[in-house]
């Protein structure tokens, strides 16, 4: 079984698919990865010793659009990855997408005739009516006067349409292909694969759509700290760990923001630099600076995890029983804020600028002892089989299916 595993995301696109490639390998697949040629991402596939195909620039030089027209030149960019995408294929069983490979992933698919999955790692995209749909574009708002969620769902689709359609059929129509009426659901199809864990982003089962939960796709991470991270730990008592992520754009002042804030309770503080670039505000030694880490081996050892909602950053805190501060900057984050809140296993951030008092509010509460009580109550429920679950079904799926229909 040869399988294509295709993404143009960040690092929370990246690294579930590398934790699928590795059991489908155990089940004897041949698997390469379409990816973004960040270095991050070439590294983080190279160490796992699985076969990247570039694809489009690499992430950050592309920024997501804000206007119809930023849109429009956006998806024609994203479409135009068909051909690697089609030509990394060629010969292969099946395709597997996700972020925002669905443009050129499934066309690719379906001009070569072999079955395909859509798959997201956050509920908030997907139809339902206990839920509200997501604005697309900054500023945008629903109609006060429809309060239905399902009709919600349909001005959602309409805006899509409106969005991506006419950039997706001329590219289409470029590669031989018929144009596309329903954009969402060619994005993310009738039978979507969703990877949380069902704690942390649980689903509820309705007849709009059949989403296949398999949990959340987990990349064991066996590399040692440094050890001038490990001095630093042992150095003291526990810090509080702030990093946001693959987050670039944030506010100014956020770095100071959450040191001071993380002071404010007299706890020491670990800044992870990320995409924003944080760095220490001053020479204290009370602060330290940390790169690439291995998040799984390092949120064990701190006393709370103040981060920006990715999927991936909530359930490597959630798996180490770190109390968390979500402070959200955009897409599914708002999301995971919620959930993390709703769970009891930290804080919700009400926006995306704190400043010192407020985010130092939160942070209380996340530093509590029946919040830390409830992470490590939690942590004990998260599934990290989820992975291998997921390889057994794509293999099994593509085993009954008939290679000409894509699902």
């Known amino acids: 079984m040869r399988v294509l595993l295709s993404t143009y995301g960040s690092r929370g696109d990246v690294e579930p698919l590398v934790a699928l490639a590795i059991r489908l390998r155990e089940f004897g697949a041949h698997v390469r990865v379409c990816a973004p040629p960040n270095k991050i991402f070439a590294e983080l596939l190279a160490r796992a010793g699985v076969e990247l195909v570039p694809v489009g620039k690499p992430i950050g030089a592309i920024t997501e659009p804000s206007t119809e027209s930023a849109t429009a030149r956006f998806v024609t960019e994203l479409a135009e990855q068909f051909g690697t995408v089609a030509a990394a294929a060629e010969g292969y069983d099946v395709l597997l997408a996700t972020g925002f490979a669905h443009f050129s992933s499934r066309s690719a698919a379906e001009k070569l005739g072999i079955p395909y999955r859509y798959v997201t790692f956050c509920p908030f995209m997907l139809r339902s009516p206990h839920q509200v749909p997501p604005v697309l574009l900054p500023g945008q708002s629903f109609p006060p006067e429809v309060t239905d969620n399902l009709a919600l769902w349909d001005l959602n689709a309409q805006t899509i349409n409106a969005l991506h359609g006419e950039a997706l059929n001329a590219y289409r129509a470029s590669v031989g292909l018929p144009p596309v009426d329903d954009v969402y659901g060619f994005i993310f199809t009738d039978r979507p694969w969703l990877a949380t864990d069902p704690v942390l982003g649980p689903w509820r089962e309705t007849p709009e759509l059949d ?54 309770h007299g706890r020491r503080v670990l ?133 000409s229909v894509p699902a």
């Open 211 to 264: 989403v296949v939960h398999t949990g959340a796709w987990i990349l064991p991470d066996e590399r040692p700290l440094a050890d001038d991270l490990l001095a630093f730990l042992g150095a003291g008592t526990p810090p509080v760990f702030v990093g946001y992520g693959s987050t670039r754009d944030v506010p100014a002042d956020l770095g100071r923001v959450s040191i001071e804030a993380v002071r404010a």
């Open 271 to 403: 800044v992870g630099r990320g995409w924003a670039e944080l760095a220490r505000i001053d020479d204290r030694d009370d602060c330290f600076v940390v790169g690439e880490v291995n998040q799984q081996a390092l949120f064990s050892r701190v006393a709370a995890v103040v981060h920006h909602g990715g999927a991936g950053t909530t359930t490597a805190a959630a798996l180490a029983g770190a109390p968390q501060v979500v402070v959200p900057q955009g897409v599914d984050q708002p999301y995971w804020a919620e959930r993390v809140a709703a769970l009891g296993i930290g804080a919700a951030h009400d926006g995306s600028a704190p400043t010192t008092e407020s985010l130092s509010a939160a942070l209380g509460t996340a530093l509590g002892p029946e919040t830390l009580a409830r992470a490590r109550a939690v942590a004990d429920s998260i599934r990290t089989d989820a992975a291998t679950v997921a390889a057994k079904l794509l293999l099994d799926t593509v085993g009954r299916e008939s290679p």
